[in-house]
């Protein structure tokens, strides 16, 4: 009995921390959970906004927001590589090494967003069409594709505007600085609802102007989000010490430019594959009709409102667990990854709950057809069963990353993507006529065995690394 009790004792003591721990993580993760709750609830009432004008208008707009999405986890991948290394020169306390990341970062950017325009200027109309080659049950693919473009077009001049608050935003992150960001999201979701209920509906004297409106609306609100963390940043120089100085110049050393691809490029090649591979799931899906792509699209907003807490956990993953590596302590890095996991995964079981609970209610508010409101009920219930799952591979995705260990990360997550997930829902939706549900059921099952491969690369500590001084772990 002395045994065992001493057994449950050690895994308390590895799995969960005491008060000033939950404190420390908790200062670092509700600020992001704030700014990603306020934005996805946003989105959430966006997406409503937009789905009480028809089922077409709806599926147009998700359409193009699913291809926007790999432009912005581009960017997040891209920008990522950079901040492992800021998150490590703020934990060494090196200003001049923030400053060549913060450049690094500005002509990543400039590049991603500039190939982004130009491939949906001159492929946006074939992209879209790809979703919209199913059957035409639950309404006009046609009509869909008109109220996609126009919404494209007009989306499309908020790319700029997204990369700027990213490179501010992110690296006042790394750098600890969490509230100025949350307060910018703030901003621009106010600015976002304000706009879409007066230019969607035509309020207060302003014209109607539907999914127009909508976008007009996400433009507005990216600029108003940047003026703020930039504006934040530049007049705050005694808290951001490094970026003074940081626009005298735009060189960065050579053999920086190269340790610093090197070891990013893997994530932005990672991101852009994942989100293309979502993409292609997604597509997978739309074969079986416009009322299944208006379904997965209130169930995927609905969902991201309830994940921002262990999506949060994740996120501070790579700022704590980096500082930590950056200052050469591993094992209290070791230590508090454990206990970060264990806490998200505990979190994601309680969202997971809530989520199955309220899944037969939200899709109700949707003006769309009720065979979509169904499908997005039962899209919401799977979700909720999955959800714990989830939370682990976020969490060994984000502790594999803070050590640098991007090519892993790439295997674990996009190389995964494509050799299983994707050729799993290729086949049952092309080669079998199951129900779009078991569909989508059979390719998150997939992923279990992803999950067991992450425990196992954490537990290893391959991820121990300190990558601004090249002083690594010596494994036991």
């Not at 895994?11 to 969960?16: L, S």
């Not at 670092?28 to 028809?54: E, H, K, Y």
């Not at 959800?387 to 996009?414: C, E, K, N």
């Not at 779009?436 to 992803?450: G, H, Q, S, T």
Request: glycine share 8%; charged share 15%.
């Amino acid at each position: 009995m002395q045994a065992a009790g001493t057994g449950k004792h050690r895994i308390a003591e590895k799995f969960i921390g005491d008060r000033a721990f939950y404190k420390r993580v908790l200062a670092v993760a509700v600020p992001i959970m704030v700014q990603t709750g306020i934005t996805n609830f946003v989105s959430l009432l966006d997406n409503i906004m937009v789905g009480r004008t028809g089922t077409e208008q709806m599926s147009g707009v998700a359409i193009v927001n699913q291809l926007l999405f790999v432009f912005n986890l581009c960017i997040f991948g891209g920008l990522a590589g950079a901040g492992i290394f800021t998150a490590q020169y703020y934990g060494a306390k090196d200003d001049e090494g923030i400053r060549h990341t913060f450049r690094y970062k500005l002509w990543l950017g400039a590049i991603l967003t500039s190939a982004a325009l130009i491939v949906f200027s001159l492929y946006g109309r074939e992209l879209v069409s790809l979703y919209l080659s199913g059957n035409n049950d639950g309404g006009d693919p046609q009509a869909a594709l008109g109220y996609a473009m126009d919404y494209m077009w007009i989306a499309l001049v908020s790319l700029p505007a997204f990369a700027a608050v990213q490179i501010y935003a992110n690296t006042l992150r790394e750098c600890g600085e969490t509230v100025v960001p949350m307060r910018a999201g703030i901003t621009a979701v106010i600015v976002n609802l304000v706009f879409n209920y007066l230019l969607i509906y035509g309020k207060f004297g302003f014209p109607e102007l539907g999914v127009k409106g909508a976008a007009l609306a996400t433009v507005l609100s990216r600029f108003a989000e940047l003026a703020v963390v930039a504006i934040w940043a530049h007049t705050h120089k005694d808290k951001c010490t490094y970026i003074k100085g940081v626009y005298t110049t735009m060189r960065i050393p050579g053999n920086l430019v190269k340790k610093y691809f090197l070891t990013g490029s893997p994530l932005l090649v990672n991101e852009a594959l994942w989100s293309a591979g979502m993409a292609v799931l997604t597509q997978c899906y739309s074969t079986r009709g416009l009322n299944v792509v208006a379904g997965q699209n209130i169930a995927s907003t609905v969902s991201n409102v309830f994940n921002v807490a262990f999506f949060a956990l994740g996120d501070s993953i790579a700022i704590i667990i980096g500082q930590h590596l950056g200052a050469g302590d591993f094992k209290r890095a070791r230590d508090e990854d454990n206990k970060i996991i264990a806490f998200s995964i505990f979190t994601a079981t309680l969202v997971g709950a809530a989520i199955f609970i309220s899944s037969p209610f939200f899709p109700r508010i949707y003006n769309t057809t009720p065979e979509a409101k169904l499908i997005a009920t039962r899209f919401l219930m799977v979700q909720a069963l999955i959800t714990p799952l989830i939370a682990l591979l976020h969490t060994s995705y984000f502790t594999l990353r803070s050590g640098g260990r991007t090519v892993i990360t790439f295997l674990f997550d996009s190389v995964y993507m494509w050799v299983v997930s994707v050729p799993v829902a290729f086949i049952l939706s092309r080669f079998t006529s199951l129900y779009v549900i078991w569909v989508f059921f059979f390719v998150n099952l997939a992923d279990l065995l992803k999950g067991i491969l992450g425990i196992i690369l954490v537990k290893k500590g391959i991820w121990m690394k300190n990558i601004v001084s090249n002083n690594q772990i010596q494994e036991e």
